[in-house]
T-cell receptor, first 112, second 116 residues
Framework: GNSVTQMEGPVTLSEEAFLTINCTYT??????LFWYVQYPGEGLQLLLK?????DKGSNKGFEATYRKETTSFHLEKGSVQVSDSAVYFC???????????FGTGTRLQVFP | GAGVSQSPRYKVAKRGQDVALRCDPI?????LFWYQQALGQGPEFLTY????????KSGLPSDRFFAERPEGSVSTLKIQRTQQEDSAVYLC??????????????FGPGTRLTVL
């Protein structure tokens, strides 16, 4: 079945460091891929998405490229801020369904 | 504008009690989803409505779980005879219509259910 695997956290970085959070997926067909973020005390928010191979989603300095050949959608940011501290979830949406399938989440902690 | 709201935000139940969790979607949103998020895990799909029709309930873990959306707006997730393994955060999301990735799902803050 469809599934998402993402790196375990916590990821601990100093401010202005480079961030990579790995995400790989297993799916039939051509899913759409998402990164959601959950800030402390808040609900899930869509961070970025990509709907087909080689698409790059970007938002708030974060980027992720849909790589079909490696079934990956790694999240990157060139210079993290303390305010980026949150839990990040990779998710997929199969082409024939509306239900999101999430990874287990990766907690990012950024220190000044 | 108002986002998705859920109530109560926190619920403590004794094992065996019935609970009802409410979701108010964004006004005009056709699709409504329920997810269950266990501690330290990602959300898992429970069920999906398009207007008042429940189109997919494949994620409901047992027949103790029941969801309804009788007028196509507010939805209630009911759990009968709660068990400790039901302890989780229950998330509601809504979107403008079906259609997959082009219709963003907006999530509410969740209801944290603790079963003692």
């Amino acid at each position: 079945g469809n599934s998402v695997t993402q790196m375990e956290g916590p990821v601990t970085l100093s401010e202005e460091a480079f961030l990579t959070i790995n995400c790989t997926y297993t799916a039939t067909g051509y899913p759409s891929l998402f990164w959601y973020v959950q800030y402390p005390g808040e609900g899930l928010q869509l961070l970025l998405k990509a709907t087909k191979a080689d698409d790059k989603g970007s938002n708030k300095g974060f980027e992720a490229t849909y790589r079909k050949e490696t079934t990956s959608f790694h999240l990157e940011k060139g210079s993290v801020q303390v305010s980026d501290s949150a839990v990040y979830f990779c998710a997929l949406l199969s082409y024939n369904t509306d239900k999101l399938i999430f990874g287990t989440g990766t907690r990012l902690q950024v220190f000044p | 504008g108002a986002g998705v709201s859920q109530s109560p935000r926190y619920k403590v139940a004794k094992r065996g009690q019935d609970v009802a969790l409410r979701c108010d979607p964004i006004s005009g949103h056709v699709s409504l989803f329920w997810y269950q998020q266990a501690l330290g895990q990602g959300p898992e799909f429970l069920t999906y409505f398009q207007n008042e029709a429940q189109l997919d309930k494949s994620g409901l873990p047992s027949d103790r779980f029941f969801a309804e959306r009788p007028e196509g707006s507010v939805s209630t997730l009911k759990i009968q005879r709660t068990q400790q393994e039901d302890s989780a955060v229950y998330l509601c999301a809504s979107s403008t219509s079906s259609g997959g990735a082009y219709n963003e799902q907006f999530f509410g803050p969740g209801t944290r259910l603790t079963v003692l």
